[in-house]
């Protein structure tokens, strides 16, 4: 449905924007993911029209949208500050959209709106009056009310508490599926965009790194970039793991993913096992989570409660790897 | 209101170009270069001692003032934004009309107040006995200084409170909450939050002070002068054009120095907006802190005023009013009588025209400098402000002689310098509310699918509608009490008040002058029936914002 | 915005003269006035309109005049006194006439031989004063200007400052006209003595007169003002009194007089017309109600003053004089000198 090709921009000095490529479905929920500063605010802003890239175009179903000014492109943009109006009440914050998109029965939809956000009695309360969590459900509803073909979030759980973002993500991620919405949702939280995209652009210095859905990019991170940034660990060389193993691997970066990895009881011929030292150990849940020192390098991962003991940190330890999971890096 | 289609935001410069840039480059080219090139030897005069002392006190009166006034304001201003308090809307009109007097009248009313046989001397003698000194204030500078807060007092509490109500205390709580309190939080936090708000009025201050005129004649005696006063000496007086203009040219370029500096020191604060509703005064020390400050706004305000409406009711044997009903009769049946009511009329419809007129350049104007590359442009709209009022006048004269637009005797100028005038008070009061909306609210709403037209309408229109109120009853004011502009072209027809007052008290006769007190007294009627109106208006405009 | 357009385009045609008739337009000052019928009257008898336009005070309306040179604002210009005819006439801004009614004015009040200003009127600049203060005190009158350094009138005189009020600059010129700028005794010594003496300087005559003279309710007796004031004292009072509250010295040396000039812009393009307008303001029915309109007498000998002028008002024999080429030459120095004398301390 949105296509977008080789889009740059240039603030100043700084190449915000580095020849971006993105390709969204109707219906799909997208996330860019990415540190602050990767540009991922600007590339939701060009595509919401307030910023004109320098190169590239952006099409939606075949039509290109250089030329359609922001207020005609039947978009949703949420935010990060919510950015409510403060001189309306909440109900006229919600048929903002509709009534400037001239739609009928305004009021309907308004409340149906609103009760899709669970915010059905509050209507007449003034928009300054309202806790952070209500803010971003109005926030939300405002932009879902006028059913934009295509609804952007940036950063909507952001200045919310922990406990309330775990409890509003599934939430959001159904309302979504529910009404069928076309998403691009903007965060700097890993946790978050796997639990509501259904693709995730991770972006980094004005380029996507990689895009793919989130088991994908859990499973088969393309560069170092996105397995650092995933949590995975670093990649080391082919002729580290040769010194440490009599295998030959070749490949300047290979990463062992944290999922390939167990304590081993004792060196065992069937897979790669490296020798190491346990240095720290914490218990998370159902699973112990380890970090263990081989030859300069750390590795962590998880280690379930049921498979080999765990020793006290300090002690050497054998590393076993599965050969499935060393993966080559771009 | 960014994306507002261009020619529309051209307006105000062509405004501006027509009736300002134009007229003053032709008089001060005429004045300095009346053959063609540059006449240097006149120009020397200007740096003789007695003019570079009239700058020097010119600068140091109008700082004084500006620093008295903001000083004296800031707790009536914050009293009003704190609390309501009945009476809290009176003190704020009354501020504004003593805006509108003309400065005849306002010497008339201080004399009666505090001249050498007025209400206080009166006082001092029954006192301390008949020997007693009297309170000589004519002439010194310290009835300038009184005069120009007088003046002055509503245009900083006006800015002041019309930016302080709309904004959120989070910032104020969060201090309270870290331990800030009493002249901490007033030097660490409110002030500085108010800064572009203090600014805004420091800046009108300065230049309406800087250019004082009235003031410095009449009650200053002239024992002072101001750079203003020079420069109407040598145009009118002596038509000296060449030092008229050399000493225009140098007020304009000090003036423009200055604001490029404030232009530097304006910053952007997009702070949190919010329709806060003030709460009651409770306990003694509350109470006491808005008795105290109203109190002094009374006798400082509304005293001369009284003075003058207890003048206008007392003829030779006590209370009579007799002053009134003579307005009416047309004793000799001149050709340039005017009924009160044909007066009011003429006042009121200028004061309209000015008002539509500034309010509609004004938010155009404020719109055009708020972009970051347009800043340059707004020391432009205050320049008006700073241009001794006979150079623009003779300035009309010399450039606009040529059909279409011979202006020169036409009524229509009338507005038009009323405008130019207001326009600076209208862009100050509209500023700061302005640079606070953030910039995500209008793009929320242009993603809502507002075109740049209803952004304007919904968004920053209402946002910006208490700096709007304010705007406009600074146009409407100053229209009502101008007479400089209105004299300088006036038809029997088409006289305003203030014409009709300075009339009257231009002839001999008691009846004259106990008509121009009426006549005055007449004048801040209308202007306060004409607050209520625009007051109305607004809040009907703009829901409870 | 529209509105405001709309309002303005309005106001541009209520305010264009319809092109049928005639019409000159009188430029004056701020202080003209004249009756609605005498102008009527006028219209009738000859088809012309007149439009007066007011452009503020007389120096700021010759200023006015002199800048629009050659494309007028107005057809006649009035207002010119003796005090700025200089200027207007070194500028070459008016069309010589000479009308016929010149000859009912006396040769004292024309001032240029080439016709090229017309005197319409006159007025004596000098002291008044509270007839009854000077009753209660017992007080005789000050006969000349330098009784006013004797100590008796100590702290009783209120002027005008010359740089900013016309009957000030008047009253300043008498000084200059009696004492002399050479000598031993010069106008300055003598202001110096008035200061002494506790004289008091207001910017303008509204404040000296309203604000300071005793009988308005100052604390001053004396008061630099019109000869003319006393009679409208009279005429604006409720009911007649038995006498005038106010008077004033027209003794000789005291005064300063005053002429009105009138004169046909250079550029006019109804010259006739103009001067039809000049005859008629120097016409009797014109001249008669000069007095009760501007407070000041009419040039025209035939011209019948009205009864409170007889009554009450007086003409200074012998006023002082200054000849209105050394007063355009040396109005700067002399009033520099006055306000560092007056109120500098100087």
């Given at each position: 449905m949105l296509q977008l090709r080789h889009v740059c921009k240039r603030f100043g000095n700084s190449q915000v924007l580095d020849d971006v490529s993105l390709e969204v479905q109707a219906g799909e929920i997208v996330c860019l993911l990415g540190p602050s500063g990767c540009g991922k605010t600007t590339l939701l802003r060009i595509i919401a029209g307030l910023e004109a890239p320098d190169h590239g175009e952006i099409r939606l179903q075949g039509v290109d949208f250089e030329d359609v000014a922001v207020h005609e492109r039947n978009f949703g943009l949420m935010f990060q500050d919510y950015a409510l109006f403060p001189h309306m009440t909440v109900a006229q914050n919600v048929a903002f959209g509709l009534r400037m998109r001239r739609q009928d029965s305004v009021a309907q939809l308004t409340s149906d709106t609103l009760s899709l956000v669970g915010m059905k009695d509050m209507g007449q309360r003034d928009v300054n009056s309202l806790s952070g969590g209500e803010q971003q459900r109005v926030a939300l509803a405002r932009s879902l009310a006028p059913r934009p073909s295509l609804l952007m979030l940036d950063e909507p759980l952001a200045s919310l508490d922990a406990g309330l973002r775990d409890r509003l993500l599934p939430e959001l991620r159904q309302i979504f599926v529910e009404t069928g919405q076309t998403v691009i949702t903007v965060t700097h939280d890993q946790q978050e965009a796997s639990a509501i995209a259904d693709r995730i652009a991770i972006m980094n210095a004005g380029r996507i790194e990689q895009y793919d859905t989130p088991q994908a990019l859990y499973a088969r991170p393309r560069n170092a970039f996105v397995a650092e940034f995933l949590g995975l660990g670093s990649p080391v060389r082919g002729e580290w793991l040769a010194a440490q193993a009599a295998v030959t691997f070749y490949g300047e970066h290979l990463l062992l993913h944290p999922a390939g990895m167990r304590l081993a009881n004792a060196a065992e011929d069937s897979a790669l096992v490296l020798d190491g030292t346990l240095v720290q150990r914490s218990y998370e849940g159902e699973n112990w989570r380890l970090t263990v020192r081989v030859a300069g390098e750390a590795f962590r991962f998880r280690h379930p409660l049921d498979a080999c003991p765990v020793p006290e940190p300090g002690t050497k330890v054998w590393l076993r790897i599965e050969r499935d999971w060393i993966l080559r890096l771009e | 209101m960014a994306r507002l289609a261009r020619p529309l935001l051209l307006l105000p410069l062509l405004f501006l170009g027509l009736f300002y840039v134009w007229p003053l480059l032709s008089i001060l080219a005429l004045g300095l270069a009346p053959d063609g090139t540059l006449e240097t030897g006149q120009l020397r005069q200007l740096l003789s001692p007695w003019h570079l002392n009239t700058l020097v006190f010119t600068v140091f009166q109008a700082l004084l003032s500006t620093v008295l006034t903001i000083a004296l304001v800031l707790p009536a201003a914050w009293v009003c934004v704190r609390w309501s308090f009945p009476g809290r809307s009176l003190l704020l009109s009354l501020s504004t009309l003593a805006f509108v007097l003309p400065t005849v009248v306002v010497a008339a009313a201080f004399s009666a107040l505090i001249?050498?046989?007025g209400l206080v001397n009166d006082l001092l003698r029954q006192t301390l006995g008949p020997n007693a000194a009297p309170l000589r204030l004519e002439g010194t500078l310290a009835i300038i200084l009184i005069a120009h807060v007088f003046y002055n007092f509503a245009v900083a509490l006006r800015i002041i409170t019309g930016f302080w109500a709309n904004r959120s205390t989070l910032q104020e709580d969060a201090a309270r909450v870290l331990g800030a309190q009493g002249w901490r939080l007033w030097w660490e936090i409110r002030l500085p939050l108010l800064r572009p708000a203090l600014l805004a009025a420091a800046a009108l201050i300065f230049i309406f002070t800087f250019t004082s005129f009235g003031v410095i004649i009449i009650l200053g005696e002239l024992r002072f002068s101001t750079l203003e006063v020079e420069i109407y000496l040598q145009a009118v007086n002596l038509f000296n054009l060449p030092v008229a203009a050399g000493l225009s040219l140098l007020q304009i370029s000090f003036m423009l120095v200055l604001m490029l500096f404030y232009t530097r020191l304006r910053q952007r604060l997009p702070l949190a907006l919010r329709a806060a509703q003030a709460p009651r005064p409770r306990g003694w020390r509350q109470c006491l802190a808005v008795s105290a400050v109203s109190g002094f706004m009374l006798v400082l305000l509304a005293a001369p005023l009284l003075a003058l409406a207890l003048r206008s009711l007392s003829g030779a044997e006590g209370l009579t009013g007799a002053w009134y009903a003579a307005l009416?009769?047309?004793?000799?049946?001149?050709?340039?009588f005017v009924p009160p009511v044909q007066a009011v009329g003429n006042s009121l419809f200028y004061a309209f025209c000015t008002t539509a007129m500034a309010l509609v350049l004004g938010l155009l104007a404020a719109s055009l400098i708020q972009r970051r590359s347009r800043r340059w442009l707004d020391p432009l709209f205050m320049l008006p402000l700073a241009t001794s009022a006979v150079t623009l006048g003779f300035g009309f004269i010399v450039a606009l002689d040529e059909p279409p637009l011979d202006l020169r005797a036409s009524p229509v100028l009338i507005p038009i310098a009323h405008t130019l005038v207001a326009l600076p008070f209208v862009v100050r009061s509209i500023q700061p509310s302005l640079d606070a909306i953030s910039p995500s609210l209008r793009e929320s709403a242009s993603v809502l699918g507002a075109t740049p037209w209803q952004v304007w309408r919904q968004i920053d229109l209402p946002l910006v509608s208490r700096g709007l109120l304010v705007g406009a009853i600074f146009a409407f004011t100053i229209s009502m009490g101008e007479f400089g502009a209105s004299l300088f072209i006036a038809r029997p027809a088409n006289a305003t008040i203030p014409v009709v007052i300075y009339r009257l008290l231009g002839q001999p006769g008691t009846m004259n002058m106990g008509q121009a007190m009426a006549m005055s007294v007449i004048l801040l009627l209308t202007c306060s029936l004409g607050f209520i109106v625009i007051e109305r208006v607004q809040r009907a405009g703009s829901g409870a914002f | 915005m529209r509105i405001a357009m709309t309002l303005t385009l309005l106001l541009a045609l209520l305010t264009s003269v319809s092109a049928q008739e005639t019409v000159v337009t009188l430029v004056t000052h701020d202080s003209f006035a004249i009756g609605e019928d005498v102008l009527a009257e006028f219209t009738e008898s000859t088809g012309i309109q007149v439009e007066i336009l007011q452009s503020g005070d007389a120096g700021e309306m010759l200023n006015k005049a002199i800048l629009s040179?050659?494309?007028?604002?107005?057809?006649v210009l009035f207002g010119v006194d003796n005090s700025f005819l200089s200027r207007a006439l070194s500028n070459d801004i008016f069309l010589p006439y000479e009308s016929?009614?010149?000859?009912?004015?006396?040769?004292?009040?024309?001032?240029?031989d080439q016709f090229r200003v017309t005197p319409i009127d006159f007025g004596d600049v000098c002291l008044n004063y509270d007839v009854a203060w000077f009753e209660q005190q017992g007080l005789p009158l000050p006969e000349s200007l330098a009784d006013l350094t004797e100590p008796e009138y100590r702290g009783l005189l209120v002027v005008e400052n010359p740089a900013t009020s016309s009957p000030g600059l008047s009253f300043m010129l008498a000084t200059v006209g009696v004492f002399g700028t050479e000598g031993q005794e010069t106008w300055l010594d003598f202001w110096s003595q008035l200061v002494e003496n506790e004289v008091r300087v207001v910017s303008g005559w509204e404040l000296a007169y309203w604000g300071e003279f005793s009988h308005s309710g100052g604390e001053y007796p004396l008061v630099v003002s019109y000869a003319s004031s006393p009679p409208a004292e009279v005429f604006f009072m409720e009911e007649t009194p038995e006498r005038a509250p106010t008077g004033a010295i027209v003794a000789d040396q005291t005064c300063f007089r005053q002429i009105e000039f009138a004169g046909i812009l250079d550029g006019s393009e109804q010259v006739e017309a103009a001067q039809q307008l000049i005859d008629f303001m120097l016409d009797t029915r014109f001249q008669e109600d000069i007095p009760l309109q501007m407070f000041v007498f009419p040039v025209n000998q035939e011209a019948v003053l009205p009864d409170v002028f007889v009554e009450y008002a007086q003409v200074a024999e012998a006023p002082a004089s200054v000849s209105p080429e050394d007063i355009d030459a040396m109005r700067e120095t002399w009033i520099q000198a006055w306000t560092e004398t007056v109120l500098r301390g100087g």
């Open positions: - | 001249g050498s046989g009416s009769r047309d004793v000799r049946g001149s050709v340039l | 040179r050659g494309n007028p604002l107005g057809d016929p009614l010149l000859e009912q004015v006396p040769q004292q009040f024309q001032m240029d």
